[in-house]
């Protein structure tokens, strides 16, 4: 493995989101922290939410924003550069075998991801404060699991960026992150669904479930949530499972 | 020195090829296409080639000959489905990685990293490839020079126009000093200015020993460049040797393409009598294809034949020894058909 070749293309990586970090800023947490401003700020002040929604929400929107990063950050790049600029020419040809491009694709979104979300706690807290009680008791459990929702965010950004056209970008958003979203037990928890059983049954295959659920389990433990071992397995299988069909999906579309 | 070997190459595209290889109609034709259940392009049909090291090699023939899926096969981006391609030693499917330090690759199509400036993607495409900080700050100047894009050095690629970006890209792929250069159809929509400074460039790489292989469906570029060429017309070689040797296949060399009223068998055979004259084809047009030593001493003698058969001499083109003459002999097309 041509290690130098590897860390080169991250530091591309790094010098490109360096450059439109602004950008990326705006795009990333404008639309989060609006939503935080809302719910959590205006419609708890006006009384229609109960205060504890605060906290209740905080690791939601770090899910969603993860999410929306990681997937924005590996998926973007490869629709653009698979299917217009071929810009990507340049890194296949480069000393090193095809698949640890995507691999190195992955990491980089899966550090942005993780910049992202670490980046959410102090902004919405600073948003919603005072009333928000966050308390990380595990620190292990907590960094196990949003490394694993910011490898989830990547690696489900490079299944979808190899595998949408071009034509359906808007698509992809409307028809998978949206719903993705909505029903990923972000804005609230996922025993609220207790009285939609069927409902509370078919969300488990959507694995922002447990990326908001691990969360909140472990930055508000105060709220019910999934059992935490359970949301670390299943994590890991989904990783497991998208960068499997990331890669393959990704050499399909290097090799002709 | 680093030569390059195919063997028997065979590709079959079971979907749209990719940019540049295979049929070249635009996107959305391609679109059609991949509708249609499993539809089979056979791009390569057998190439044989051994390019010698330090050679300048050509590969020529008209759009979809096979010439940028042969490219696409040696710089590992496109899967042989059969057949065996070699980089020196290297078996190009087998061993990738080793083979990518060895080539420079330009592509048809422009690829420039459009989130870099000019500068920055020497630099990185350097660091791609292992070079250390001071060799590649040294080069990129170097070549920044060499193509006179200095004042562009510090700008995106985004704003450059295509000959800016066409020069950048062959920079690039000379960034690591590569042992073989692969050059797609270099000079394709490039002013005459910059396609001379260009050509002076290749035949500069190639004084150091390196092995340079072009396509291109431009004889005048063939010619100026390569010590041998291939051409090449549904992924089979129909003809191999210096662009002299090759041009000198041609009967008699000069070409005359006739176009008359109509058809007449009886004024086709009467030409073949003429003197000098080599070869009489009919074409599809009512006119003939007639190879022969000279050109337009002929013409008056045509002329007579025609009128004294009746027929009317419409349009007369003369080519004199030309890759273009030579094509056409061999397939019944022409380079640019």
């Known amino acids: 493995m041509n290690w130098k070749t590897f860390f080169a293309m991250l530091a591309r990586d790094a010098h490109v989101a360096r450059r439109n970090f602004v950008v990326l800023l705006l795009q990333t947490f404008l639309q989060p922290l609006m939503f935080v401003f809302i719910f959590g700020r205006v419609m708890v002040r006006s009384g229609y939410m109960p205060e504890a929604y605060k906290s209740l929400l905080l690791p939601g929107i770090m899910a969603i924003s993860m999410v929306f990063t990681g997937v924005w950050a590996v998926a973007m790049p490869l629709i653009a550069e698979f299917q217009f600029t071929r810009e990507i020419e340049d890194r296949l040809l480069a000393p090193m075998e095809i698949s640890w491009v995507a691999v190195e694709k992955v990491l980089a979104g899966t550090l942005q991801a993780l910049i992202a979300g670490l980046m959410v706690i102090p902004a919405a807290w600073v948003i919603l404060r005072p009333g928000v009680t966050v308390t990380v008791h595990n620190p292990l459990t907590f960094a196990c699991v949003t490394l694993l929702v910011a490898l989830f965010s990547a690696c489900g950004g490079l299944a979808l960026g190899c595998s949408v056209n071009q034509q359906h970008i808007g698509l992809m958003f409307s028809m998978v992150l949206t719903p993705m979203i909505f029903f990923g037990c972000t804005y609230y928890p996922w025993s609220a669904l207790n009285s939609f059983p069927i409902l509370q049954k078919v969300v488990l295959v959507n694995p922002l479930v447990y990326a908001s659920e691990g969360l909140r389990g472990t930055l508000v433990p105060q709220f019910s949530h999934l059992p935490l071992p359970a949301v670390l397995v299943v994590l890991t299988a989904f990783d497991a499972l998208l960068l499997a069909a990331g890669l393959r999906q990704f050499w399909g579309k290097a090799v002709s | ?337």
């Open chain 2, 1 to 337: 020195m680093v030569g390059i070997r195919t063997h028997d190459l065979r590709k079959i595209y079971s979907s749209a090829p990719p940019f540049g290889a295979g049929s070249s109609g635009p996107p959305a034709a391609r679109d059609k296409l991949k509708k249609q259940p499993k539809p089979e392009i056979v791009a390569l049909d057998g190439l044989s080639l051994d390019i010698a090291p330090g050679e300048v090699f050509g590969l020529l023939g008209p759009n979809g000959a096979g010439k940028s899926t042969t490219v696409g096969i040696l710089t590992t981006r496109v899967r042989p489905t059969g057949g065996t391609a070699w980089i020196g030693e290297h078996d190009v499917w087998k061993e990738q990685v080793a083979v990518k330090r060895l080539i420079g690759v330009v592509a048809q199509r422009p690829n420039l990293d459009f989130s870099l400036t000019a500068r920055e993607i020497l630099l990185f495409h350097g660091a791609y490839f292992g070079l250390d900080s001071q060799a590649r700050a040294a080069r990129a100047e170097s070549l920044l020079d060499r193509f006179k894009l200095r004042d562009r050095a510090e700008q995106m690629v985004r704003g450059f126009s295509g000959g800016m970006m066409q020069r950048l890209s062959i920079a690039r792929a000379m960034m690591h000093d590569p042992q073989v250069l692969f050059l797609d159809e270099p000079s394709a929509g490039l002013d005459p200015q910059t396609k001379l400074l260009l050509w002076e460039i290749i035949r500069e790489y190639n004084q150091t020993g390196k092995t340079i292989l072009l396509t291109t469906h431009n004889m005048e570029e063939a010619d100026a460049l390569a010590d041998r060429l291939a051409i090449i017309d549904h992924g089979r070689n129909i003809a191999l040797g210096t662009p002299e040797e090759l041009k000198a296949s041609v009967p008699g060399g000069y070409l005359l393409r006739l176009r008359f009223g109509h058809q007449s068998a009886e004024l086709l055979q009467r030409l073949q009598s003429l003197h000098g004259v080599r070869e009489v084809r009919a074409n599809d047009q009512d006119g003939a294809d007639l190879y022969s030593d000279h050109g337009g001493a002929l013409i008056a003698e045509i002329a007579s034949l025609a009128s004294a058969a009746g027929v009317e001499l419409r349009d007369v083109h003369i080519s004199e020894p030309s890759l273009e003459n030579l094509f056409l002999h061999h397939t019944g097309r022409s380079l640019r058909e």
